[in-house]
């Protein structure tokens, strides 16, 4: 049995269309209504109208609903609500199932570094480890095996690499993890198309000394969110 991190009450949906970065229509029991997107990727594998998903009721703001996952492979859902991502993997490290993180407690989030913040700060036997979490809910590979990120440029993420590679270079440690939010992913590598500067980061950031891990989750249409790979095959 895989772990259970956390229960969700999901109701089943369908995608009908992306209306910005954040909100998205669903229909629900017959009835198109508004759906909170955290993820802020293209997601076009998953965008597709029509396509079942799962969602978690919301009150208050502008939506109904918050969009969880799509269905995916085996029936289960490839989580895309990176808060949902986000709190698993703290279960994760709470139930000590995180072997890259062995012996190691979240101290802080939301780390104010330079002109940014980074996600995590963890205190660990050796010290304080600083860390970066990245949602990889692109599919990839001959067999799908792959979970990779980004699925497009992005700036934001080229400058949190920069920021650990400046943070090793001065003596701290530092860690970027990817969330592969889908089941049937053994393995994490960069999307070179989405972004080849930050393909380029990440090797030059290994070459540097910061820390480069992942797991993979998913959601089982119970609502359960299951831990299923705690470590990912890496590569660059």
Known sequence: MKPVLMKLNVVPCRFVKRLNRFVALVEV?????????????????????????????KSGGKTDFVLIAFEDLEGKGAIVDTRTQAKAFERAV???????LKNCSIKRKEVRLGNSRLDYLFECPGGELYGEMKSAVLRGGKKGEYAMYPDCPTLRGQRHVRELIELVKAGKDAIIFFIGAMPKVEKFRPYEK???????????????????????????????VILEKPELEIEL
């Not at 709470?94 to 890259?100: A, D, M, S």
């Not at 030059?204 to 820390?211: C, D, H, I, L």
């Open 29 to 57: 029991n017959g009835e198109i209504r508004k759906a909170l997107l955290t993820n802020t990727g293209r997601l076009e594998e998953f965008l597709i109208p029509g396509r079942k998903a799962f969602c978690t009721p």
């Open 194 to 224: 989405g972004d080849p500067e930050l393909a380029r980061l990440l090797r030059e950031a290994k070459r540097a000394g910061v820390r480069i891990e992942g797991l993979s989750i998913s959601l089982i249409p119970d609502g359960r």
């Open 94 to 100: 709470e139930l000590g199932l995180v072997p890259w």
